[in-house]
């Protein structure tokens, strides 16, 4: 049974409804071990288990809901924040959801560089963005303003070109265009209210940021685990670009230790060939599901 929120106390936060964004958002509050159902069934969706009430909104509602104080916290690209330009605080990146909005015309055009578009029509979702970036670069251009399909305009001859967010550019060389020049670089952000927020609220946020700092930080890290010569231990400490002092313990074989660590994921593969050359065997990673510091 869901429990009645008081919400001088508990959170409301803002997530993506439906998107690029939504299945890992969910995923990372699942994997702190915030749990709810039904999230594509309803608007609105009361956690079994911790003080939260989540609000599925569109991605681009998200700084507006929070900047008014409406919801607590949201989940939302840090391109709708800066399109917005919103009054919020960005508490975290969150290193999911990378994309950037980016220029592309025709692959015939003549148009590849900032300072060839004086004049042209950019179709557009993000107006505010597009026409800062060209006034930064001195160029006049025109916007078209476009709430979907931005794609297709070149085609149509409504624009010279478009600006709109890519990750893959698929669907840039499926209509035919070609990516040109990169206006911003972005991430999904967790962002919060700049309204005046309880006591109460402050604390479960702080509890809220050290579950995701703890995600954060194992979703980069690895448990590992192996036996080693005793004389070995100290070349391997060396070696071992772990976070704190590994673990170590004398095993059943006389003269053989097990030793026990946290290393961060990308750095394991460029040191396991030479822990193998100092003595180290059977070389276990595991995955980790959170961390506390």
Not at 74 to 103: M, P
Request: glycine share 6%; proline share 3%.
């Amino acid at each position: 049974m869901n429990r009645s929120l008081d919400h001088t106390t508990s959170l409301r936060i803002a997530i993506q409804k439906s998107g690029r964004l939504t299945d890992k958002t969910t995923d990372l509050l699942h994997g702190i071990g915030i749990e709810f159902d039904n999230y594509k069934r309803n608007l609105m969706v009361k956690t079994r288990n911790f003080d939260v009430e989540l609000l599925l909104l569109r991605d681009d509602d998200i700084p507006e809901y929070v900047q008014d104080g409406i919801c607590d916290l949201g989940f939302v690209g840090a391109n709708e924040v800066l399109e917005k330009d919103s009054k919020v605080s960005v508490l975290r990146g969150l290193n999911y959801g990378n994309c950037r909005l980016a220029v592309a015309s025709q692959k015939e055009s003549e148009l590849l560089k900032p300072t060839q578009f004086d004049g042209k029509k950019i179709a557009t979702s993000y107006p505010i963005l597009t026409k800062r970036f060209f006034e930064n670069v001195g160029v006049s251009i025109e916007i078209v303003e476009i709430s979907g399909a931005v794609e297709i305009t070149p085609q149509l001859h409504l624009a010279d070109a478009i600006s709109d967010l890519v990750s893959t550019g698929g669907t840039l060389k499926a209509n035919g265009l070609i990516e040109r020049f990169t206006i911003l670089e972005s991430e999904t952000k967790l962002i919060q209210t700049q309204q005046a927020l309880s006591e109460g609220k402050q604390q479960l946020i702080q509890k809220f940021l050290q579950r995701i700092d703890g995600y954060q930080t194992a979703k980069k890290s690895r448990y590992i685990l192996m036996n080693a010569p005793t004389e070995s231990v100290e070349t391997i400490k060396v070696l071992l670009p772990s976070m704190k002092s590994p673990t170590i313990m004398p095993l059943a074989q006389t003269g053989m230790v097990a030793i026990h660590s946290v290393i961060p994921y990308e750095q394991f593969w460029d040191v396991m060939e030479q822990l193998q050359d100092a003595g180290a065997s059977d070389i276990v990673m595991l995955p980790i599901e959170s961390m506390i510091a």
